[in-house]
């Protein structure tokens, strides 16, 4: 018997990639969720070590932690966690402040 592959790890994470007419609808919802992937942080109360107030995150765009008034965000660890959804406000950046960002990395 052939061995046509082989089991290398677990898979992490999955894209789900479109073909057709579905391209444009998810370019176009691409654009808008860049424009929400970040928070500006109003309170840092039992966070102070991982938040700062004033300060832009950036969130991750997790289902589940909205289903439970949570966001996903990357704080001062460089990690990403769970946050009360109440401890930000979600800006509009410009598409020249992402790229800003992006550099920044």
Known sequence: MVKDFEII???ASTETIAVGSSIRIIKSM?????RQNYVLCVNNEKYSASLE???????IADQQAEAHTQIRVIDESGEDYF???ELFLSIEVPEEA???FA???
Do not use: D, L
């Open 98 to 100: 992402t790229r800003a």
């Open 83 to 85: 946050y009360c959804q």
């Open 53 to 59: 107030v004033r300060k832009i995150y950036q969130r």
């Open 9 to 11: 790890g677990e898979i």
């Open 103 to 105: 550099r920044g990395r």
């Open 30 to 34: 691409s654009r808008q969720s860049n």
